[in-house]
């Protein structure tokens, strides 16, 4: 069993700032990409940013700038640091993981339930 649990989300005024954490637990043996998504209320899932495990980062183009991704890897946890929030960047954060949970096994996506994050104007 793996699970990624997300925390961190929160209301916040435009210009604040949110730090959002997702740890892996469970049966894992590498973990590879770790991305952070986010939807909005009738929108579709976007990625938000990526890491690879050799530390690869990409981001969106709506928050290249303003958010930062991280990760520790011995603690199987990611980070998006989020500065200067926008009402626009207002959504439910979602950790996703590709990961392999045993020596020689397949990798395999997992997602976590989400947070949310609501940025008032």
């Known amino acids: 069993q793996v699970q990624l649990v997300e925390s961190g989300g929160d209301l916040v005024q435009a210009g604040g700032s949110l730090r959002l954490s997702c740890v892996a637990s469970g049966s894992i043996f590498r973990i590879n990409a770790m991305r952070w998504y986010r939807q909005a209320p009738g929108k579709q899932r976007g990625l938000v940013a990526l890491?690879?495990?050799?530390?690869?980062?990409n981001y969106a183009e709506s928050v290249k700038g303003r958010f930062t991704i991280s990760r520790d890897n011995a603690k199987n946890t990611v980070y998006l640091q989020m500065n200067s929030l926008k009402p626009e960047d207002t959504a439910v954060y979602y950790c996703n993981a590709d990961l392999i949970r045993v020596v020689g096994g397949q990798s395999y996506d997992y997602w976590g339930q989400g947070t949310q994050v609501t940025v008032s104007s």
């Open positions: 890491i690879t495990s050799g530390g690869s980062i």
